[in-house]
């Protein structure tokens, strides 16, 4: 009966072990972009938040990871934007009707081609 209990015990034990591994590890990247018109001098303001996601599709916690933006479509743009680690702050012109940004990830994970339609 101890043989037993120490077994499933053990067996608990090691599968929440590895779980956890799943649960802060990074399997992929996703965005989420908020854009605003209502600014008063004819601009438009564009959030894109950049984050990591664990194998379950969840954001993993307790983890940035930083990454370089570059424009790829729409780059005629004077001020590119405050990039905060994560997070790209941009104000863009009303009259420009589509955005594509390359997010890169520091480290060895592949880079996001963000299309965003203005109109």
């Known amino acids: 009966m101890m043989t037993l209990l120490l077994f499933i015990s053990t067996f608990i034990f090691l599968f929440a072990a590895y779980e956890i591994i799943h649960v802060f590890n990074i399997y992929e990247f996703s965005y989420r972009v908020t854009y605003s018109d209502s600014l008063t001098d004819n601009s438009s303001r564009v959030v894109i938040h950049h984050y990591p996601i664990n194998s379950f599709g969840f954001r993993v916690p307790l983890r940035r990871i930083e990454t370089k933006f570059r424009i790829i479509e729409g780059s005629h743009l004077d ?23 390359l997010a890169k990830p520091s480290g060895f994970y592949s880079s996001t081609l963000i299309e965003i339609d203005l109109k």
């Open 79 to 101: 001020k590119f934007g405050d990039a905060y680690g994560d997070k790209l702050i941009m104000t863009v012109p009303r009259n420009l009707n589509r955005l594509a940004i």
